[in-house]
Structures are given as structure tokens and as C-alpha cells.
Nanobody, 125 residues
Framework: QVQLVESGGGLVQTGGSLRLSCAAS????????MGWFRQAPGKEREFVAA????????YYADSVKGRFTISRDNAKNTVALQMNSLQPEDTAVYFC??????????????????WGQGTQVTVSS
């Protein structure tokens, strides 16, 4: 069983930066592909970024490519999302997710094994 806890959300002005972190419990963290998703008010949850179990591969939604960077530290059981050049449309609750199936996470599937509770990111204009 993997439990995920996100942190690092907050209020930032347009053009600013935030770094989200997701801490995972359990000893099998390094076998999971990790993903970040977000859900804006009134909208469906959407894929943001993913990183393979080893950290050697990453994948991004077009809307964040070049602005967001996903990384992981398997020794510390953490995955991070560095968000730069934030825009009001990035406002959402951000969730991290874990699944052993790389293809499922990379495809943006919401049918993933483990989810965190989310952290709010608000970008003011």
C-alpha cells in the first residue's frame, strides 16, 4: 500500500513559481511510475506530468511543457513538480498519483492505484 501526501501549494502572482512535493510511504516507491494531475473548479481532472519509476523518463501535457518540471528522489520517496511562469489557467487542485503501470500514468488515465489528497494552487492575475 502506498500513501501519498502533497504539499507546497499556495497563492502566487502571474509569472511566479511554486514547487510542489509529494511524499510517499511504503518501501516499493521506486517501482511506481508517478504522475501529477490537476482539477480546476467545474472541470475534469487532467494529466499534467509523469515520471518513470527510475526517473529516466518524463512526459508532460502540452499546456505545461517548457514551464513545469517533474523529478523524483527514490532515496527519499518523494516526487516534485517545479512550476514556473505560472498563469491564471494553472489554478487548480494538484494531485499526485502512483501506479506500477507506466502506460496508464503516461496516458493520463484517472484509473490509477494510489492518489494523494491534493494541494491548492492559485495564480492571481
Amino acid at each position: 500500500q502506498v500513501q501519498l501526501v502533497e504539499s507546497g501549494g499556495g497563492l502566487v502572482q502571474t509569472g511566479g513559481s511554486l514547487r510542489l512535493s509529494c511524499a510517499a510511504s511504503g518501501r516499493a516507491f521506486s517501482s511506481y511510475t508517478m504522475g501529477w494531475f490537476r482539477q480546476a473548479p467545474g472541470k475534469e481532472r487532467e494529466f499534467v506530468a509523469a515520471i518513470s519509476a527510475s526517473g529516466g523518463g518524463t512526459y508532460y501535457a502540452d499546456s505545461v511543457k517548457g514551464r513545469f518540471t517533474i523529478s523524483r528522489d527514490n532515496a527519499k520517496n518523494t516526487v516534485a513538480l517545479q512550476m514556473n511562469s505560472l498563469q491564471p489557467e494553472d489554478t487548480a487542485v494538484y494531485f499526485c498519483a502512483a501506479d506500477r503501470r507506466l502506460a496508464a500514468v503516461y496516458s493520463g488515465s484517472l484509473n490509477l492505484a494510489h492518489w494523494g489528497q491534493g494541494t491548492q494552487v492559485t495564480v492571481s492575475s
